[in-house]
């Protein structure tokens, strides 16, 4: 018992000392040291921050965030960039710091930076070996303008592969060029690192195409077996193969869902099933079909008629293909030419430059409709400035490809090159059908043959002042659709000859989504005849006859085909008389050129796909080499990103472009926004100081009063200042 109440005693005492300890001002800064040792060691395991930009300007987006998360091998970005610069470089440098941190708190171990001092001589030949420039900058010192070579670069590397940021001057775009640059080196090192989940190859043969004497068809699981095999060397593994024999029933739903083609077969009875023959190939929520055809053949010596399977001796090689376009960051897009498209090729008056400018992330491959179909490994198809018209053939190929989940980009102008008969007579202006009309007004677009001018546009300087260009629309952050990715934070952008487009029928059909991308001011008219395009030469109507015009238009959904049925190839007729000489047989050789023709028609969507309208061509032009036609080069890659799948390259451009400008630049409005910001906000923190001293000393009295009411200070200072007031 004594020592239960010696111990008892004791904590006692200690709890006593202790909180005696706590209650003397010593004691109260040893636990405050305490407190600002334990913050710190949490702050420097922990991250927080709060980005309260529009466009979070300052913070990661998804797609950055899950690159360097998901890296399978060590990535490192070397950072070459002197110190000590003078702005606007020196906030460049920190931005710099600041999204590699955060770069390195969003990534997985394999992620690391590190940054050399370029005032020493090994690591200036170290950048320049890795191929990192010297740029000259001016600089002010002493009252002194002079130059300085600055190092202003970074060097990523993954595996074997090296990727060389240059001349790092402005912070706009750093994050979608730090990224893109990632994606380049992963993708360089491994085609497949895009397919984290692996690929699903599932072969489709109906069991019931036997009964056409099918040549090849036994054979095409082994060949099948034999390419996955081959390709899993290469890709390490990651495919996986399975053989299907789906029923007669279950054909149409494959072809609604992947686009599979139809074979439909009668048997005696006159009964008719269906079968279907192609590869699929699934990774994730995305998939790619493989067709396969049936070429007739003849025997010659019994005179059976029968069927082989076309495609079995270029299967692995559609299959890589088809692979690289599920997983590579570098998309293909199909360029259609043979209607006077604008050239890939020609910088003046072509669309080269448009080229160049997505080179690091698309390839254009021309495809000319009217020879081949469109490629297997494509997701859009882009058509730019057509001045003659497709065929029927044409367009359902088009059409087909929207209905198995394709996007469509169209740059249409409104009218073709104008004609003049003689150097002196007046211009003339042909509006342009080009059979595209019938499928873009099946899903409720329709283009208007007439451009559109508007008073809130590019000026020229002449002589006499400055001349509206009222063909050459200059768009503010107020006339492109803030709320999409394509075109937010976005303004001044220039839009040359745009036509118009109506999507009211479009807003009506279900399933059919809509947003308006770009919009002319609500000065704005349209002009279809008796005009000539220059200024000077077009006048403006009476204010009653302005309104906004659409000029740029999004749509996506399901569609509906614009076709009842399949448009078959035109056969060659064979001549009705025989030519001298020709040998007994021919005509039953060429039997054998024909194929036996699936019923493939897709009169629906079988996934959802995007229609994107421009009204102009122009956009894609030699314009974009200019400085003012900056914004619209930043709206077309957003615009080819967005219909290729990659959205989050969108935001990462734009960061930091948002200007939240007035609608007004004059009256009171625009005076009293400006004198608020000049002298307003001084103003409210020097009242909002003084009013915390007058509540500071306030509740200063109110504390002495509470706790020492006979403490005369404050009647001596009342004392003081009526002694001073009679004075």
């Known amino acids: 018992m004594n020592v239960k109440y010696a111990i008892k005693n004791t ?41 309260i930009t529009s466009p979070k300007s300052y913070s990661l987006s ?69 191929g990192v420039q010297q740029f000259q900058i001016r600089e002010i010192k002493n009252n002194e303008v002079g130059f300085k070579n600055a190092f202003m670069g970074l060097v990523i590397s993954y595996a074997d592969q090296v990727e060389i940021l240059n001349g790092l001057s402005s912070t706009d775009g750093l994050e979608y060029k730090i990224t893109t640059a990632i994606n380049k080196v992963i993708a360089g090192t491994n085609a497949l690192s895009g397919l984290s989940d692996g690929v699903a190859i599932t072969l489709y043969r109906s069991s019931n195409l036997k009964n056409l004497n099918l040549s090849g068809y036994d054979e095409l699981e ?38 599979t083609p139809t074979f439909p077969l009668k048997d005696g009875n006159g009964n008719v099933s269906y079968g279907t023959l192609a ?42 293909e088809t692979l690289k376009a599920l997983a590579s960051n570098v998309s293909t897009i199909a360029y259609i030419t043979g209607h006077g498209e604008l050239s890939l090729s020609d910088e003046e008056n072509g669309a080269a430059i448009m080229t160049y400018m997505v080179q690091d ?40 490809f929207l209905m198995k989940g394709g996007n469509l980009i169209v740059f249409q102008d409104p009218f073709g090159d104008p004609q003049q008969d003689s150097p002196y007579s007046m211009p003339t202006y042909t509006p342009l059908q080009t059979g595209l009309e019938k499928i873009l007004e099946k899903n409720g677009i329709k283009m208007q043959n007439a451009y559109t001018m508007d008073k809130q546009c590019a000026k020229a300087q002449t002589q006499q002042g400055f001349q509206e260009i009222f063909y050459a629309p200059l ?33 009506k059909i279900s399933g059919e989504n809509v947003t308006v991308l770009a919009r002319t001011s609500p000065k704005s008219w349209t002009v279809s005849e008796d005009f000539i395009l220059q200024p000077g030469f077009i006048t403006e109507p009476d204010a009653s006859q302005m309104k906004s015009e659409d ?20 056969k060659q007729k064979a001549s009705e008389e025989t030519n001298e000489g020709e040998e007994p047989g021919a005509e039953e050789e060429d039997k054998t050129n024909e194929t036996y023709e699936s019923d493939s028609h897709l009169s629906k969507s079988i996934q959802n796909g995007k229609i994107m309208v421009f009204s102009t ?79 500071r000393n306030r509740r200063k009295n109110q504390i002495r009063l509470q706790y020492n009411p006979e403490d005369d200070r404050e009647i001596i200072m009342e004392k003081k200042s009526l002694k001073g007031a009679r004075k």
């Open 617 to 695: 061509s122009y956009v894609t032009g030699p314009l974009l080499a200019q400085q003012i036609s900056q914004t619209t080069g930043l709206l077309l890659e957003n615009a080819i990103d967005y219909m290729n799948d990659k959205a989050d390259l969108c935001t990462m451009r734009t960061k930091g472009l948002s200007l939240n400008t007035l609608k007004t630049n004059k009256g009171f409005l625009a005076n009293a926004v400006k004198y608020f910001n000049e002298i307003g906000l001084a103003v409210i923190c020097a009242l909002v100081g003084l009013l915390v001293l007058v509540l």
């Open 551 to 570: 000029i740029a238009v999004l749509v996506e959904g399901k569609f509906t085909s614009a076709f009842d049925k399949a448009v078959k190839a035109e």
């Open 279 to 320: 590869i699929v190939m699934e990774s994730g929520e995305k998939s790619k079909m493989i067709p396969f055809q049936l070429g007739q053949t003849l025997d010659l010596m019994s005179g059976t008629i029968g069927y082989t399977v076309q495609g079995m001796e270029i299967l692995e090689e559609n299959m890589d």
């Open 62 to 130: 998804q797609a950055s965030r899950q690159v360097v998360r998901t890296l399978d091998e060590p990535l490192s970005i070397k950072v070459f960039f002197t110190d000590n610069l003078q702005a606007p470089y020196s906030t460049v440098n920190q931005y710099v710091r600041d999204l590699l941190a955060e770069y390195k708190n969003a990534g997985s171990s394999n992620f690391s930076y590190e940054y050399f001092d370029m005032d020493k001589e090994e690591n200036q030949e170290l950048a320049a070996n890795y």
């Open 361 to 400: 992330r698309y390839t254009f491959k021309e495809v000319n409709l009217s020879e081949s179909d469109i490629p297997l490994n494509v997701e859009s198809v882009m058509i730019n400035g057509p001045k003659s018209a497709f065929t029927e053939l044409e367009l359902y190929k088009i059409d087909q």
């Open 475 to 507: 768009l503010d952050n107020h006339l492109l659709n803030q709320k999409h990715v394509i075109s937010k934070n976005l303004g001044e952008t220039l839009i040359l000859q745009p036509g118009s487009i109506d999507v009211s029928e479009a807003k």
């Open 11 to 51: 904590l006692k005492n200690m709890k006593e000392k202790f909180f005696s300890w706590l209650e003397n001002p010593r004691g109260t800064f040893v636990l405050f040291i305490l407190l600002l040792i334990l913050i710190n060691l949490v702050a420097s395991r922990s991250f927080i921050r709060w980005d």
């Open 222 to 259: 082994s060949i099948a077996k034999q390419s996955v095999n081959n390709l899993n060397k290469k890709y390490e593994g990651v495919l996986s193969l399975s053989i299907k024999d789906p029923a007669s029933s279950e054909v149409p739903m494959l072809q609604e869902k992947y686009g």
